[in-house]
């Protein structure tokens, strides 16, 4: 009898550990929860710590070149909460290879920024969320990033005199990367051959007939003239009476003659700062007032600014504002074009350059020179 219930125990015991053993998972299930698991480390990563950028324009050339592939730092400048959690992860603001947005806004949370462990400062490279790009109703955390370097810090007055900028009326020191735009005539309608250019480091090059309008700097442009073929080299300036569109510059409004070399006097807000709003300067703060402030009941008619239908004269700052600059001075769409960049389409400080890859067919595919060096 107890040998029969022992053994009855057994089997039963047996088969309740036959019955509870989970079912050994297959491969592709196994595949499946490695790749979620690491996009999900891979988006944590990403949001709080840093994030992977690539150089797509020569905007910032010769300090940061096309191809230059770079970690973004969100330590530095404190990370933002997502306002977008509806978004196909490690995407940017369009999926891969279309024109189709990579997110929703059914939701959108308010932004919060956590604790930084600096300030932005002058010169930084700062990557932010273009203010006027792609479109106005894309949330803060789904605008194009672009990456340029902080010219004019808060509260601070800015003007630029023939391309010479100047913070407080003081001259500041030019990156050492800075380049503006030349032309260049030859002798005898000559044409000059991509390697002179490319001997010379010179790789933004536009041809019109026997003319060449180079983006480069002083040394490269008096060794360019040394050439016994070149008539001329003259630099680019586009003076305040200047017609020439290229070098049209914000606010784009009756009274103000400024270009992108030679502008302002421009004041830079400041969390907190009270401004007098009037005829003269409602053009260069409504933007700002209207699409970064997030206010309600501000609205525009016939130049003036209305709070609830009543004119709005004077306005105080709820967040900080940045003047951004390329170094490629005449190829970069900057402050100088659209406006202040506000303190929340911040998104971190570029660190280093983990890897440069050559878009150009001329010399190394890899500028091995390049890897991990820090980006000044």
């Not at 700097?217 to 003259?234: C, E, G, M, P, Y």
Request: proline residues 7%.
């Amino acid at each position: 009898m107890t040998q029969k219930f022992a053994a009855s125990h057994h089997a039963a015991t047996a088969q309740g550990q036959k019955e509870t053993k989970k079912p050994k998972k297959s491969a592709a299930r196994e595949w499946l929860d490695a790749i979620v698991f690491a996009v999900v480390v891979a988006t944590i990563f990403r949001w709080l710590l840093v994030e992977p950028f690539t150089i797509p324009t020569p905007s910032m050339e010769k300090s940061l070149l096309v191809g230059d592939y770079l970690f973004v730092s969100k330590l530095h400048y404190g990370a933002r909460t997502p306002m977008t959690p509806l978004q196909i992860p490690l995407a940017a603001n369009k999926i891969w290879g279309t024109n189709i947005p990579s997110f929703v806004d059914w939701i959108r949370l308010p932004q919060y920024r956590l604790p930084a462990i600096s300030e932005v400062k002058r010169n930084d490279a700062v990557v932010f969320n273009c203010p006027v790009d792609p479109a106005p109703d894309y949330p803060v955390d789904m605008k194009t990033h672009y990456i340029k370097r902080c010219i004019g810090m808060p509260g601070e007055t800015l003007e630029i005199k023939d391309q010479q900028v100047y913070i407080n009326g003081k001259p500041i020191e030019n990156p050492a990367g800075i380049q503006q735009s030349y032309v260049v005539e030859t002798k005898q309608n000559q044409m000059v051959r991509n390697r002179v250019f490319t001997e010379l480091g010179i790789t933004d090059v536009e041809q019109f007939g026997n003319s060449y309008l180079i983006h480069t700097n002083d040394a490269r442009a008096a060794q360019l003239r040394k050439a016994d073929f070149i008539a001329s080299v003259t630099k680019e300036i586009f003076r305040r009476e200047s017609s020439d569109p290229r070098g049209r510059s914000f606010p784009y409004a009756s009274g103000f003659d400024w270009t992108i070399d030679n502008f302002g006097p421009l004041h830079i807000p400041k969390a907190g700062e009270t401004i007098e709003l009037n005829a003269q300067n409602i053009a260069l703060y409504k933007q700002a007032i209207l699409y970064y402030e997030h206010n309600k009941g501000i609205t525009e008619a016939n130049g003036q600014l209305l709070q609830d239908g009543k004119p709005l004269t004077s306005y105080t700052f709820k967040q900080n504002y940045y003047f951004m600059m390329g170094d490629n001075r005449h190829n970069s769409a900057d402050s100088r074009i659209w406006g202040f960049v506000p303190e929340d389409h911040i998104l971190g400080k570029a660190l280093f350059i983990w890897m440069s890859i050559n878009p150009h067919p001329e010399g190394s595919k890899i500028r091995w020179e390049r890897i991990f060096s820090k980006i000044d």
